[in-house]
């Protein structure tokens, strides 16, 4: 029996303009909530992570000054 499974693989797939029009949709959404969301927390998250660092370690610097 052939694989045929190639054969099909090989063969380009048509994007429509309504998949095409969902894709930048989902790209928008993205772009402008979700990343704006997850930088401000990463950012967020090192500044409290370096605030409780200084509570339990101290200032930086030398030691005494």
Not at 44 to 63: A, E, R, T
Request: hydrophobic share 50%; glycine share 12%.
């Amino acid at each position: 029996m052939p694989d045929t499974s190639t054969q099909l693989d090989a063969q380009p797939k048509k994007v429509h303009g309504a998949s095409r029009r969902a894709e930048f949709l989902v790209f928008a959404i993205i772009a402008a909530f979700i990343w704006p969301v997850v930088a401000v927390g990463v950012v967020g998250g090192y500044g409290f992570l370096v605030w409780m660092s200084q509570l339990i370690l101290g200032p930086p610097g030398p030691p005494g000054a």
